[in-house]
């Protein structure tokens, strides 16, 4: 396999091709015969006019190919070598320093491969969901892809800045257009949020730029190697730079009091997006802080204060996200919240700063884009039958759809972290990471593991397993193959990261390590010159 | 590069070429249109010619900027600075006269005059892109509102086009009288009114500090404040911005706003260098306020104009911010900042002309409900317009650029406008509140069953919104070659030390 790769040069051009595929195939949408031509009103039911073929067939065949491009990574990607692989760099606007340089490591090499894996099976989770101006869903759901694995591969913060607020548009256009019924309220509070928290890491970003900036010209530097290696700022501007970045990627997570866009976004948006902003988006959050904000900052980040409020919120998260979900009678929104106490493991992981919570942290990241995916699938594909997310209109369908009532159990002991699946790999690494530095925060976290084996359990109990009291549930047909394509490639995910994660560890470890070190080496000089 | 002498009459001449030949022009205009009755035919005839005219005026500055003439300073400049402001000026009086050609059509106005009083205005603006003598500086500031105020009150039949042309009028003549006081000072206190010699004089008798010096400083300040529509000075804008033609509208957002700024750094950096803290706080809180004001009360603002007026309040303060470090790279950015904001500017109200119903002066906010389904691509170019103004990247193209480049000027100073950087982003979140809720209007509501077709939009309309939006997108993708042309365009090039470095103000303390 890697000398095919290399034959056709593959390191050199994968990075760029997989930012323009998505590009291309959303104009070749456009370019697709619309209703409006054809003489169907706008806005009218596409799918049974017979015309909503083209866009989703598109836009799944581009996806493909996008996949199937990016798997090359898996092979080609070399974990033993230390620097930035499959690097592309280009002059952008040299007037102001910026490059558009790419390239990835251990971790956005597993972020990559998440974010095409999942976008695959997105556009087959709206295949009959999305019935109106499907032209225009389907480009945004390519553009929102190439938004994603540029913020995963962007080396240079300008070109990180834009794809970051790039992925925010389509994102918004998707949950207002085609979202629940208060579709406008959570689209507008998710951009407001989102956009509020990462417009002052824009001033940081033109800072720090500016503080690597050429002596002689005068030419700002964006690029991350350089300001990594260069730039060193007083304590008191790197608290606030790290204070600046922190906000971004916290309302992103989402950290504990910066949560309150998702559990709207994530209910009202359509079942793609649900899955999107909850299997990638939350991740290019955590991915910020171990790329950007604590490597760079590491001094602001690890000091007592900080490292104990972030832990300590964290922490707050991983309970408190638990609990809600405990009580929620909806769903959707129960996995909604549930998501927020997953991130906060990822969160106490990176903060805990050991090898093993940081790579635990990692997996849970994984592990959560396909867990937590897939019950927003099942969530989509149930609410297309029965048109209601509540937990208390359903009971006893596992007689009626045995194979649904199969995957939604398969899926929420995932999601538990029972042992076996890819959920408890992730967070009992984190938990044994964390239990070394801070073990009173690690047992307090444990907790939230029961917690979240009370939630699930007891709502799949009320949905697939009581009586089947209610008439209309008696007639709910099964999954069909579509859907159990869609599923099939996430339960097997489950099973193998569970049973034999190795593999994406290895490919990580490097990454994680250098993480680790590095940090600890610069917030240690960092004390040391003081 | 040649270097003209401005004390020979015929150098002279050539030094204000395009704007003689713009004045020239628009007289000759001005006669053919007053030879034939107002007709919309002949309204339509003198608007192509009005264009035309801008074209050719447009074409021998482009000529002047490749020529690169230099002049010792004298009472006007012949710098890049200038010809590049003109570029803007006469890139907005384009898209104004086509604007206005089509929006008058629509409106039952005939008067072939309006299109002569724009170009007017425009020589006007040009003459104060040159003005290096505070004198030339009124002269102009006069030549460009007296035309505006009477094209402020174009509709005749309309009673808010009229309250809105008085109230500009009233305190437009107030704030010339401020800017004329203002001027009266600073020549007491130096004996000059040429920008060059009061700078030498104030550093060279130490006036920094002078009651007499100071009060002219604030006058012009507040001259300029309200020309450019600053909070406290900006009461009459969202008036005067409903009620005019919208055609004008744009023109006065955009390119009276261009012209006032240009004369406003140029006087400030090339006369006021060295008691930069002076003025400094002064200018700063302007910038603050007018950027908190403009956006927190855009965000109640249901009509589409009156939105776009607070809108360009808030982007006052944006350029203000621009200003006030006092730097040369301040001077491009802004310059390119304009350049961004007249294509949003003439986009957005492009949109709001195809849009106007005959006989209604006005779009509300909610007319603009479900355009998606009705007119996708009008939808979409307002959409990337808005987020042009919101300053978004890629798909906000050229507007998040135009941003960029103030936000690196403000911090790249020997003084940087950190906190300046801060509230920018910050209001910058605050208006996404506004323009967002345009593009959520045109995109999830439904359409308004009852209301009436919309007429078919005019073709210069479309003419310029195609324009705008892909000079948006590409200029978000690709500034460079803007870039380059914008950051030769700083003004008073011949002593670049003397602006770049203004002294801190432990310096000065001492």
Known sequence: MNEFLSSIGYMSWVLPALLAIPVLGAALIWLSPTPRRRGVTPGADEIAAGLANGPRWIAFLVLLVEFIVSIGLWWAFDPGVARWQAAFDMSWIPMWGVRFTVGIDGIALMMILLTTSIMVLSVLGSWTGIRTRTHAYYSLMLILTSGMLGVFMALDLFLFYVMWEVMLVPMYFIVGIWGGERRIYASVKFFIFTMAGSLLMLVAIVYLGLAAADVRTGIPNFSYDYILQTVRVTPTAALWLFGAFFLAFAVKVPMFPFHTWLPDAHVEAPTAGSVVLAGIMLKLGTFGFLRLAVPLFPEAAMRGDVRAVILGLAVIGILYGALVSLVQPDFKKLVAYSSVSHLGFVMLGIFALTVQSVQGSLLVMINHGISTGALFFLIGMIYERRHTRMIEAYGGIARVVPLFATLLTIVSLSSIGVPGTNGFVGEFLVLLGSFRTHPVLSVISATAVIFAAAYLLWAIQRILFNALDKPENEHIPDLNRRELAIMVPLIAGIIWLGVYPAPVLRRMEGAATRFVQQVETRAFRAVAER | ?510
């Open chain 2, 1 to 510: 590069m040649e270097t003209l002498d401005l004390k020979v009459p015929l150098q002279l001449t050539i030094a204000l070429g395009p704007d003689l030949l713009l004045m020239g022009g628009a007289m000759i205009l001005l006669l053919w249109s007053a030879w034939r009755p107002d007709s919309a035919k002949h309204q339509r005839a003198v608007a192509i010619g009005s264009i035309v005219l801008t074209i050719i005026t447009g074409t021998v500055t482009w000529w002047y900027l490749i020529k690169g003439y230099t002049a010792a300073p004298g009472p006007i400049a012949v710098d890049n600075f200038r010809w590049m402001a003109d570029l803007v000026i006469l890139i907005g009086t384009g898209f104004a006269i086509a604007l206005a050609r089509d929006d008058n059509d629509r409106q039952g106005i005939g008067v072939a005059e309006s299109h002569v009083l724009i170009l007017l205005a425009s020589s006007g603006m040009m003459l104060l892109a040159a003005a290096r003598d505070l004198m030339i500086v009124f002269l102009a500031v006069e030549l460009m509102s007296v035309a505006v105020y009477a094209l402020a009150g174009l509709n005749r039949r309309s009673i808010r086009a009229a309250e809105g042309a008085l109230k500009y009028f009233l305190l437009g003549a107030f704030s010339s009288a401020f800017l004329l006081y203002g001027i009266a000072l600073i020549y007491g206190a130096t004996g000059s009114t040429n920008l060059a010699l009061v700078a030498e004089r104030m550093s060279a008798t130490a006036l920094g500090t002078s009651p007499l010096m100071l009060a002219g400083i604030a006058f012009l300040l507040v001259g300029f404040g309200f020309k450019v529509a600053t909070v406290p000075f900006h009461m009459w804008a969202p008036d005067v911005y409903d009620g005019a033609p919208s055609a004008i509208t744009a023109y006065m957002a955009a390119t009276v706003k261009a012209a006032a700024f240009v004369a406003f750094i140029r006087v400030w950096l090339e006369a006021f260098p060295d008691v930069y803290t002076v003025w400094h706080s002064a200018v700063a809180g302007l910038a603050i306020a007018t950027m908190i004001v403009g956006n927190a009360i855009g965000l109640v603002q249901r009509n589409l104009k009156r939105l776009l007026a607070y809108s360009s309040i808030g982007h006052a303060g944006y350029l203000l911010v621009a200003i006030a470090p006092a730097t040369l790279r301040g001077g491009s950015a802004m310059l390119f900042y304009l350049f961004v904001y007249t294509l949003s500017t003439f986009g957005a109200f492009a949109v709001i002309v195809a849009m106007t119903r005959p006989g209604r002066g006005t779009v509300m906010v909610d007319e603009l409900s479900g355009l998606w389904a009705v007119r996708p691509w009008l939808a979409v170019a307002m959409a990337v317009i808005m987020l042009s103004l919101l300053g978004f990247p890629i798909f906000g193209g050229a507007g998040f650029v135009a941003k960029w480049y103030v936000l690196q000027a403000a911090l790249q100073a020997r003084m940087p406008q950190t906190a300046l950087a801060v509230v920018l982003v910050l209001t910058t979140v605050v208006s996404a509140g506004y323009y967002l809720y345009v593009i959520l209007v045109m995109f999830m509501r439904p359409p308004n069953p009852d209301a009436a077709a919309l007429p078919a939009t005019p073709p210069l309309t479309r003419l310029v919104l195609a324009v705008t939006v892909i000079g948006i997108l590409v200029i978000g993708v690709y500034p460079n070659w803007f870039q380059r042309v914008a950051s030769k365009g700083v003004p008073r090039r011949e002593s670049i030390s003397a602006i770049g470095m203004p002294p801190t103000p432990a310096a000065s303390a001492r």
